[in-house]
């Protein structure tokens, strides 16, 4: 089916659309806020949304901010609860593990903040190095194995470099080195009208040189997905509706579980969504603000 401009809705089909889900799930970046502030009407769309009764809930790819950082970019959208009902790649591994009963080392090519989470969780991380030598030969000692890891996990690591992926790919050598990916986004929005290569393309050639797949914890991953669901206390994911503004990351990740998905055009042009082959999303806006006018009337 094609996608579906909301503001072309008439008013019996837009009651039909609120009455297709009961729960809320959106991306953060590039819906809620762009790098720097709030996307206009964002904050309102979402009290609009539970005024409608539906429930609200964030699922972002982005470990990299720190819960304070999370918190004030809520506020300055004006919207409450928001950090405690988010739902991140780190928190999501850390879960993970735990379910596993995993009590060995984690090797991280992941961003701080992610080390932070599972050593807060009670897990041993090892990182690094930062840096490389300029001679190859030194590199050997990165391909000495550390009986200690258990597992490898790749998220949003911007200072990657090749020592750190020749330590992952020397763990990964051993089958029972579990191997976990949060964001594996292949471009970020950095800028408006470009799209910038982000760090997934790294955790990409440890998958391809390990022919290993990753269980996949961040969007587009259907376990992520799921386990978004499982936190909101949400059974049925065709009560959802997932909002983004990315196809791969954010439709994708509609289409692995099975929630409706709304992309907003903030980061892709309607050619881009339109032109796409495999993923489409149920429903289009250019932003969440566009939709306040046509929600407003039916709230009392
Ligand atoms: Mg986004």
Request: a negative charge; proline letters at 5%.
């Amino acid at each position: 089916m094609e996608p579906v401009n909301l503001l072309e809705l008439s008013e019996a089909d837009l009651k039909k659309f609120l009455s297709s889900f009961d729960h809320v799930f959106s991306d953060c970046d590039g819906v809620v806020w762009e790098t720097r502030n709030p996307m206009p009407g964002a904050g309102k769309f979402f009290e609009l949304m539970k005024r409608l009764g539906k429930t609200v809930h964030f699922v972002s790819n982005n470990s990299l901010r720190t819960k304070a950082d999370y918190e004030a970019k809520f506020k300055s959208a004006d919207i409450k609860e928001g950090y405690e009902n988010l739902t991140i790649p780190s928190t999501a591994i850390a879960e993970y593990l735990k379910s596993l009963h995993f009590d060995k080392a984690v090797y991280c090519v992941s961003c701080p903040e992610t080390v932070a989470v599972l050593t807060s969780h009670g897990f041993e991380c090892k990182e690094g190095p930062e840096v490389g030598t300029y001679y190859y030969s030194d590199y050997i000692e990165y391909l000495t194995d550390d009986e200690e890891i258990g597992a490898v996990v790749f998220d949003s690591d911007f200072k990657v470099n090749l020592p750190k992926l020749y330590k992952a790919l020397t763990y990964l050598r051993r089958p029972e080195v579990l191997f976990i990916n949060g964001a594996t986004d292949r471009y970020v929005p950095l800028k408006a009208g470009v799209l910038t290569l982000g760090t997934g393309v790294f955790s990409d050639i440890a998958s391809e040189e390990s022919k290993r797949k990753p269980v996949l914890l961040g969007k587009p991953g259907k376990m992520f997905g799921e386990f978004a669901m499982r936190r909101a206390g949400v059974s049925d994911p065709s009560r959802v509706l997932f909002i983004g503004d990315m196809i791969e990351q954010d439709v994708g990740l509609g289409r692995a579980v099975g929630f409706n998905t709304l992309l907003v055009l903030t980061n892709k042009t309607k050619e881009e969504m339109m032109s796409h082959e495999t993923l489409k999303p149920d429903y289009y806006a250019d932003n969440l603000g566009s939709i306040v006018p046509i929600l407003e009337p039916l709230v009392k």
